[in-house]
Structures are given as C-alpha cells and as structure tokens.
C-alpha cells in the first residue's frame, strides 16, 4: 500500500500552477457525452476520479482519447448502453452525473448508486425529484437508480435545499427535454457555472448559471466543441493554508482569485499576506504568528467545505482559541482523532470543532479518512517537528494530481513509498 513519508519543519516557498477543477471536470466529462459530435476537453485533472469515469463512458460505448494527460475526446455517437455498473464507478460520487446526462440522450439511464468519501449523508431525493418534474419515472433495485421517460418536458422546479450535484444533473437531462425548465434555488459554485458554460459551447441554452434562479430552453441536439476547464478552487486553497501552516509564502498561479476570496478574507483575518494577480494569488504566512478566528462552512460563495479540514489544521497551530462549524456534511471531522497524534487540541460537539492552538505539530503516523481530510494531514505533517508517515493516500489521489511533487517543488520534504525499505531510506537520506 503506497504511503507518503513526510519530514516536517520547513516553511513552503515559492510558485504552484494550479490545475483543473476535478469537480468541474466531473460534470463536464459526464455532459460531454451528450453530443453525437467529437467534444475536446482541455486541462482536465488526470487524477483517480476522472479516469474511473472516464471509464465507465468507455464502458457504454462511448469513444474516449488521451491526447495527452490533461486533455480528452470524447464522442458519444457510439453509446450503445444505459447501464452502468462498472465496479469503481460505485467508489466516486460523480457517477450520478450518467443519469442526468443518459437521460437527456437517451430518455433513459441505470446507474449504480454513488459511492465517494463517507463524510456524511448525500442523498439524491432532490435529483429524483427534478427528473419526476420532467416526466421521468424511477426505481431503486439492488443498489442501481434507474431513470426514464418517454419524453421530457421542461418544468418548474424548486430545490428543498442548495445541492450542487441535482442542479448540475437536472441542467444535463433539462437542457434536451421540450419546452423550458426554471431551476430555482439553485447552487452557485464555480464548478455550477462551468458545467454550464460546457454545456452552452455545445449548443444549450442555459442562462443565470451562477445565480440561484437558472433558466433552461431545450434543444434538439448538442454539437461538439472544445473547452477548457476552470482551476480547482480547491487545490488552490489547499496549498494556501500550506503557506499559513508552514509559516511559508507561496504564490498559486493559473487560478480566478474571485473564486478564493472566501479563503483569502479568513487568512487576513489570521493574519497572513495576501497579494491578488490577474490570475494569481500569494500568500505570505513567514515570521508571523497566525491569529484564531471562526468558520462557518456554506454553499458558495460562503466558506467551502471541502476545505474545512485544511482551514482547521492552520487554525490548529493559530494563537488562542478558534470555532470551525461545519453546516453541509456531518460525518466531516473524522480527521481530528488523527490530528490528536499530532499533539493538536481539538474537540468536537455536533457540527463544530473548539480548536486550542499550540505552538507547532509533532510527527506521527496517521490515516486519511478521506480525500480533504488526508491533503490537509499532508500539510500538517509538512508543518511538523519530526517525521509523519500518511496511509490511505488513495483518497488523497482521487482528487490532487501530482499532490507530493508540486509540494518538493516548494522545499517539502515528502515522498510516495510503497515498502517498509523505501520508507527507511527516505529517513536515512533526509536525517
């Protein structure tokens, strides 16, 4: 089983190009079958997740192409199946994305039930409940949701609660029922409006995307194009707090600093250095001491949740006493009892942390228990006195691309081992 052996204590400097948006990437890579015509697709995260998926399209017929690492064709005119129940797609949430897309081509989807991070309950009533809107009918057996209609007809539908998966899933079978459909309560994030943008480059006719009120006219047929995927909101943000938990200053290039300004607001707040590019943002954290503040996890373009966890291992070596709440996903804190072998104060009632800075994280061996969680251990270990050994990095690849070498790139001292005998070298040659 891989492992990063990790030897903590030096501040990370320099510059990280940031890639694609696996989130993004996700919708668009699902939609992307939609079209009968060849679609290109640039700057796609080559990470665990996207390649099942790409897999499982491959599986229904569909044509697939690297053209090199972060760039695919897909041609969907080839899909001679409804069903998929390929094995690994039932490990990433992002296959419900197949319903939506396969209904909307095809009038009919199977899909297996989604699978991804156990960080808590993420149904998909309000997937089903769209879909029912637009004259589909559903099933559950067996671990599969199947989904048909004899046609669509677009519809007024208002979402129970903010979801980013249904909204992204009812504007794919939307865009290609008849007549209009009005999504109202729906999810802004980034990756929303990206989708549909996608989606409208291949001749949809999607607008407010970004709002929570989205108006969709359906059309015949979507043809192909080529398009290029947003930066990961995400990995920018991870490798901002690196900069604050190390002490560091880096600057994460190829990013909108529109997207991040809900991090940046909370790092002044701790009282780190932020300088904003055109496409850049630098994050100064050195000779500092970082201040505790609060957090509140909300959609977007409040706090995110998927960096919950990096925002509280920087405020875990912050002076003072600081709150994270987490209000989308309850199960999110199960890297805190992983964080207590690295000395950290944290408790945990309900949906929020009470974190008790200390001055610095000692070495430990430790588990991810899921994707954000184990890239935030990552940069804790990075921060620390000693070595730390990070298991279950299988999580942490479903989502970062080449995560351990953009770190060596800014003076982190970690390595990807697979043996007890690489592990002991590693040690012997950094001391």
């Not at 992204?168 to 994030?189: D, H, P, Q």
């Not at 929020?352 to 270990?381: H, N, Q, W």
């Not at 050994?389 to 999580?395: H, L, T, W």
């Amino acid at each position: 089983m891989e492992q990063f052996v990790v030897k903590g204590g030096s501040p990370l400097n320099g510059s990280v190009s940031i890639g694609g948006a696996k989130n993004a990437a996700l919708g668009i890579l699902a939609a992307a079958i939609m079209s009968d015509e060849t679609v290109t697709i640039e700057n796609v995260p080559n990470v665990r997740d996207t390649r099942v998926l790409l897999q499982a399209i491959q599986g229904i017929g569909a044509k697939v192409k690297y053209l090199d690492n972060n760039t695919v064709e897909i041609n969907g005119s080839t899909i001679n199946d409804v069903v998929v129940d390929y094995d690994y797609i039932k490990k990433i949430r992002a296959s419900y994305y197949l319903l939506g897309a396969l209904l909307g081509k095809k009038h009919e989807s199977n899909v297996a039930l989604p699978g991804g991070c156990n960080i808590g309950s993420r149904p998909i009533d309000q997937h089903l409940k769209g879909f029912r809107a637009l004259g589909a009918k559903d099933d559950i057996d067996k671990g599969m949701v199947h989904v048909k209609a004899e046609h669509l007809v677009g519809a007024h539908i208002y979402f129970d609660v903010v979801t980013v998966g249904a909204t992204i899933n009812l504007m794919m079978a939307a865009c290609m029922a008849e007549g209009s459909t009005i999504l109202e309560n729906a999810a802004k994030e980034p990756h929303v409006v990206d989708v549909a943008n996608f989606l409208n480059a291949m001749g949809a006719n999607i607008k407010g995307a970004g709002t929570d009120v989205i108006r969709i006219k359906g059309v015949e047929s979507l043809h192909g194009c080529t398009y290029s995927i947003i930066p990961d909101q995400i990995e920018a943000g991870t490798f901002m707090m690196a900069a604050a938990t190390t002490h560091g200053d880096i600057t994460v290039c190829d990013v909108i600093p529109k997207h991040l300004e809900s991090i940046s607001a909370k790092l002044l707040e701790m009282g780190c250095t932020i300088i904003e590019g055109d496409d850049s943002v630098r994050v100064i954290a050195t000779d500092r001491t970082l201040k505790a503040t609060n957090v509140k996890t909300l959609p977007y373009p409040g706090f995110p949740t998927d960096m919950q966890p990096q925002m509280a291992i920087a405020l875990a070596v912050a002076e003072g006493n600081s709150m994270v709440t987490e209000s989308i996903f309850e199960n999110r804190f199960k890297y805190v009892d992983e964080l207590a072998r690295m000395g950290a104060k944290i408790k945990v009632e309900g949906n929020t942390a009470y974190i008790e800075g200390i001055e610095k994280f000692s070495g430990a061996d430790v588990s991810a228990p899921d994707l954000r969680a184990g890239a935030a251990l990552v940069v804790a270990a990075l921060s620390a006195d000693g070595f730390s050994v990070i298991d279950d990095i299988e999580y942490i690849q479903r989502g970062y691309e080449n995560f351990e070498k953009k770190l060596t790139s800014l003076g982190g001292n970690i390595e990807k081992v697979d043996n007890e005998r690489d592990l002991q070298k590693f040690k012997l040659k950094i001391g």
